[in-house]
C-alpha cells in the first residue's frame, strides 16, 4: 500500500469536492474543503498555532506532516513514535511539532476536535484518533463518522457543548485549510508521514532510521 499523496498547490485536495461553509445537515459541521470557500472567507493562517512537544532547548527538531485518515501515519504513531517520545521528546533531545495534513474532511473534523481539547489535551485525543482509526473511518459515511469522532473525545473528557461550539466554527476551519496548504507549499509535502529534521526532509522510516539520524545530529 502507497502512502497517501498530497495534491498540492490552490485547494485541490485528494477525494474533495467543492462544499460550502454552511452546515449541509443538522448532524455535520461546516465543511470549508473546496473551491466554494474560496469565494466566502479569507483564510488566516497565521492565526493557527504549532502543536509541539519537547523542550524548547532541544538540540534538533522534528517536524512531522500526517494526516489522522492515514493508515501509515496510524502505523507511525503505534509502532515508531512512543519509543521516539521516550527516548528522545521526553528526555529534551528533540522538540517535536506535529502539523496536520487534509486528504479530506474526515481528516479535517478530526484535527478540529483535537484542537478544541487545547495544547494540553491535543496529543492524547491524536493518539486516540490514530489508535482507533479502522474503527471511526470504517463505515465512509460522513454522520457515522463525526458521530464516532464525537464519541471518542468525550472519552478523552470533552463535552457535547465543546464539541458543538469546535466543530461548527467555519472560520476556523477555512483558517486550517489556508494553514495546511501554506505549510505544504512551503515543505513540499506530497505524502504522509513526512518528516523534516532540522529542515532536511525524510520519507517515512522506522526507529532505527530516526535512532542513526537523531544520534548523528545529537552528537555532533
Known amino acids: ?85 521516550a527516548d528522545y521528546i521526553d528526555t529534551g533531545k528533540v522538540r517535536f511539532v506535529y502539523r496536520e495534513v487534509y486528504f479530506d474532511r474526515f481528516g479535517l473534523w478530526a484535527s478540529m476536535i483535537a484542537r478544541c481539547g487545547g495544547e494540553m489535551r491535543f496529543f492524547g485525543i491524536a493518539d486516540l484518533f490514530y489508535e482507533k482509526q479502522r474503527e471511526w473511518t470504517a463505515s465512509g459515511d460522513p454522520a457515522t463518522i463525526i458521530e464516532e469522532l464525537r464519541k471518542l473525545a468525550k472519552t478523552a473528557g470533552m463535552t457535547d457543548e465543546m464539541l458543538d461550539a469546535c466543530l461548527n466554527d467555519a472560520e476556523k476551519a477555512q483558517d486550517l485549510v489556508g494553514w495546511y496548504e501554506a505549510n505544504a507549499k512551503r515543505d513540499d509535502i506530497r505524502s504522509t508521514p513526512s518528516f523534516l529534521i532540522d529542515g532536511e526532509k525524510y520519507a517515512n522510516m522506522g526507529y532505527s532510521e530516526f535512532k542513526a539520524i537523531l544520534d548523528e545530529k545529537i552528537g555532533g
Open 1 to 85: 500500500m502507497k502512502r497517501r499523496n498530497v495534491i498540492a498547490g490552490g485547494v485541490a485536495v485528494a477525494g474533495l469536492g467543492a462544499w460550502a461553509l454552511t452546515r449541509p445537515s443538522a448532524d455535520l459541521p461546516a465543511d470549508p474543503l473546496g473551491a466554494a470557500t474560496a469565494q466566502t472567507t479569507t483564510a488566516d493562517p497565521s492565526s493557527i498555532m504549532d502543536m509541539v512537544q519537547g523542550s524548547a532547548d532541544a538540540p534538533v527538531e522534528i517536524l512531522e506532516y500526517a494526516s489522522f485518515t492515514c493508515p501509515h501515519c496510524a502505523a507511525f504513531h503505534a509502532n515508531v513514535y512512543p519509543q521516539l517520545k
